[in-house]
């Protein structure tokens, strides 16, 4: 049975960091593609980064330059560095497989979640 427990969230000021990770059980996360989603109040669930099996990344406009995912296939975890945070970057965040998203192959599952606000 697949699990993401999301951690690392808080409260920081603008300009700060925060350093999110997603420790997966139960799927071997070295066979999929892997993202970072958020939601915002309000607003839908985003994909913001995403990490091919091979290592590339991609990121929404919005954060790059800013924000870094990376992958340890031998821990199962997933992680995303965030620098020079925004007010705008206050979300929910989430990671989960692209491809099952799409495709439905676990039901609709999404972790818990890390709540990141940004805010002086």
């Known amino acids: 049975q697949v699990q993401f427990v999301e951690s690392g969230g808080g409260l920081v000021q603008p300009g700060g960091s925060l350093r999110l990770s997603c420790a997966a059980s139960?799927?071997?996360?070295?066979?999929?593609?892997m993202g970072w989603y958020r939601q915002a109040p309000g607003k839908q669930r985003e994909l913001v980064a995403q990490i091919t099996l091979g290592g590339e990344t991609n990121y929404v406009e919005s954060v790059k330059g800013r924000f870094t995912i990376s992958r340890d296939n031998a821990k199962n975890t997933v992680w995303l560095q965030m620098n020079s945070l925004k007010p705008e970057d206050t979300a929910v965040y989430y990671c989960n497989a692209p491809g099952a998203i799409v495709t439905g192959l676990w039901n609709g599952y999404w972790g818990q979640g890390a709540q990141v606000t940004v805010s002086s």
């Open positions: 139960g799927i071997d996360v070295s066979i999929y593609v």
